[in-house]
T-cell receptor
């Protein structure tokens, strides 16, 4: 079955440093979504990428979808303590409606 | 607009007992998902409904888990009998379309002792 791998599992940064999490799929994806889950909370939708090579920005967050549509990344510039949480990618294989979540990357920001 | 409602928020049961969770999606959302999230892992899809039909239930342990969405609106997920490894947060989510953003409820934290 489809596998979605995320690295790293954890990332500790000092406030103000940058952060990147990577998502890799074993199959070509029709789309990929990113979610953020705060400690004790539920996943909250951030963005959806559909096109090969697509780049989208939300303030300090930059999302990329690879040219082969098998990998994606989320980059946060100048992290803040409010960025703390676990970031998940969820990919749908081509022709499928079924999303598969990665294991997530937990971001810890030290003030 | 109101979000996805789930109840109960917490449940503690003994192994071999049964339990049921309820979910009311955002009004008008045709797609409804039940996920199981074990501590430290990503949400695992158990079942996906489109209106009152099942799109996928390939990861639902059907010998003990069942789910229904009879009128295409709210849904229930049942576990009978529960095992220790069922301890997890059960998340319900809904979306307007099959591939659009999903809105999650607060989840039900189940502890099986």
């Amino acid at each position: 079955g489809q596998q979605v791998m995320q690295i790293p599992q954890y990332q500790h940064v000092q406030e103000g440093e940058d952060f990147t999490t990577y998502c890799n799929s074993s199959t070509t994806l029709s789309n990929i979504q990113w979610y953020k889950q705060r400690p004790g909370g539920h996943p909250v939708f951030l963005i959806q990428l559909v096109k090969s090579g697509e780049v989208k920005k939300q303030k300090r967050l930059t999302f990329q979808f690879g040219e082969a549509k098998k990998n994606s990344s989320l980059h946060i510039t100048a992290t803040q303590t409010t960025d703390v949480g676990t970031y998940f990618c969820a990919g749908r294989p081509g022709g499928s409606y079924i999303p598969t979540f990665g294991r997530g990357t937990s971001l810890i920001v030290h003030p | 607009e109101a979000g996805v409602a789930q109840s109960p928020r917490y449940k503690i049961i003994e192994k071999r007992q049964s339990v049921a969770f309820w979910c009311n999606p955002i009004s008008g959302h045709a797609t409804l998902y039940w996920y199981q999230q074990i501590l430290g892992q990503g949400p695992k899809l158990l079942i996906q409904f489109q209106n009152n039909g099942v799109v996928d239930d390939s990861q639902l342990p059907k010998d003990r888990f069942s789910a229904e969405r009879l009128k295409g609106v709210d849904s229930t997920l049942k576990i009978q009998p529960a095992k220790l490894e069922d301890s997890a947060v059960y998340l319900c989510a809904s979306s307007a379309g099959r591939v659009t953003e999903a809105f999650f409820g607060q989840g039900t934290r189940l502890t099986v002792v």
